[in-house]
């Protein structure tokens, strides 16, 4: 099939065409004016879209919110996974900024604060009886696979102390962290199974801490995954920072948990004149930062030092507190998710 040429258009003269170009040139010229004031600052050019700009939300602002950088969160469709849905402020769990009479720390009359737990409660039963005998508010740090776990449990809150899981978690190098511990290589699905079945173990307690856990406290992966199985509970996460490398104060905040860390470990040199040392030690920390968290052991020389130590005048100034008490304290002061309706 013959495809037909188009008929070339004949070309007309007229003036239209030099008055276009005229014109043309006249915006032209007036388009580099423009630029060039507006580059030397005569007037404001309009806002340009950027990629970089972060993107301005409707209806509420968070001017701060917890700090997810170090948490090596895996990334989804171009967010990290754990931010991809919406904060929702008023059902968040993150503190509100608070007036400044309501935070504890701002309160000069609040006296220095210390806060003794006591870990591997459980298998010795006289010991456990004799720390909840000690005449300080404390917390207990129960053993989930201990016999006796419940109804020391239960005695232990009935004196006015609080209770914690004390979780069995894998430790850089051979030693044994009991049974049912949390170790890196378990399935999400046993890490979580190991975490609800050892929070049943131990009723009443309003959270845990590590038992060992060298390793498994530097994995933030394996650790998030294991709380997250009662992250619901909102339980308070003690860190007993076994590891300098620890990630555990990190992932519970990510959660949105309570979370405190300690300071000094009393015992770690079974010496009376050691443990004498870091009581002090205690006591100065408290007085200069207002609280200090130490964490023993129910060995007998622990004990016995403690109770002589008790014994002693000197101490009305101090104020004994349990985990959860100083958790909730410093929970409240935090600066935490400050909102505010947009105008």
């Given at each position: 099939?013959?495809?037909?040429?188009?008929?070339?258009?004949?070309?007309?003269?007229?003036?239209?065409?030099?008055?276009?170009?005229?014109?043309?040139?006249?915006?032209?010229?007036?388009?580099?004016?423009?630029?060039?004031?507006?580059?030397?600052?005569?007037?404001?050019?309009?806002?340009?879209?950027s990629a970089d700009a972060p993107?301005?939300?409707?209806?509420?602002?968070?001017?701060?919110?917890?700090?997810?950088?170090?948490?090596?969160?895996?990334?989804?469709?171009?967010?990290?996974?754990?931010?991809?849905?919406p904060i929702d402020v008023a059902s968040s769990n993150m503190s509100p900024v608070l007036p400044e009479s309501a935070v504890p720390s701002t309160d000069p009359r609040r006296r220095p604060q210390i806060v003794l737990v006591i870990d591997d409660a459980g298998l010795d039963v006289a010991a456990a009886e004799r720390v909840i005998a000690l005449p300080v508010r404390l917390t207990l740090a129960i053993l989930p696979y201990a016999?006796?776990?419940?109804?020391?449990a239960v005695r232990a809150r009935a004196s006015g102390h609080d209770v914690l899981l004390h979780m069995p978690m894998e430790p850089v190098g051979l030693a044994d962290p009991?049974?049912?511990?949390?170790?890196?290589?378990?399935?999400?699905?046993d890490l979580q199974a190991r975490m609800r079945w050892a929070m049943a173990q131990v009723p009443g307690a309003i959270g845990l801490n590590n038992h060992m856990g060298s390793r498994f406290t530097a994995d933030p992966r394996a650790l998030r995954v294991a709380l997250a199985a009662i992250s619901h509970e909102n339980p308070l996460f003690l860190d007993s920072l076994t590891t300098a490398a620890s990630r555990g104060g990190a992932v519970a905040s990510g959660l949105g948990l309570r979370s405190i860390?300690?300071?000094?470990?009393?015992?770690?040199?079974?010496?009376?004149?050691?443990?004498?040392?870091?009581?002090?030690?205690?006591?100065?920390?408290?007085?200069?930062?207002?609280?200090?968290?130490?964490?023993?052991?129910?060995?007998?020389l622990t004990l016995e030092t403690l109770e002589a130590w008790?014994?002693?005048?000197?101490?009305?100034?101090?104020?004994?507190?349990?985990?959860?008490?100083?958790?909730?304290?410093?929970?409240?002061?935090?600066?935490?998710?400050?909102?505010?309706?947009?105008e």
């Open positions: 099939m013959t495809r037909l040429s188009p008929t070339p258009l004949k070309a007309r003269h007229s003036a239209i065409p030099a008055l276009a170009g005229a014109l043309a040139a006249a915006a032209y010229l007036l388009g580099a004016i423009v630029f060039s004031i507006a580059s030397k600052g005569g007037f404001p050019m309009p806002a340009m879209a993107a301005q939300h409707q209806g509420v602002r968070v001017s701060r919110a917890r700090n997810f950088d170090s948490l090596d969160l895996p990334v989804v469709g171009g967010q990290t996974a754990a931010l991809a849905t016999e006796a776990s419940g109804p020391l009991g049974p049912n511990a949390l170790r890196i290589g378990l399935s999400d699905a860390e300690r300071d000094i470990f009393l015992d770690h040199d079974l010496d009376t004149v050691s443990i004498r040392a870091r009581l002090d030690e205690a006591v100065a920390l408290a007085r200069e930062n207002g609280f200090a968290v130490v964490i023993g052991h129910p060995h007998t008790l014994a002693e005048p000197g101490r009305s100034d101090l104020d004994f507190v349990t985990a959860g008490e100083l958790a909730d304290q410093l929970h409240m002061a935090e600066p935490g998710l400050q909102a505010s309706l947009s």
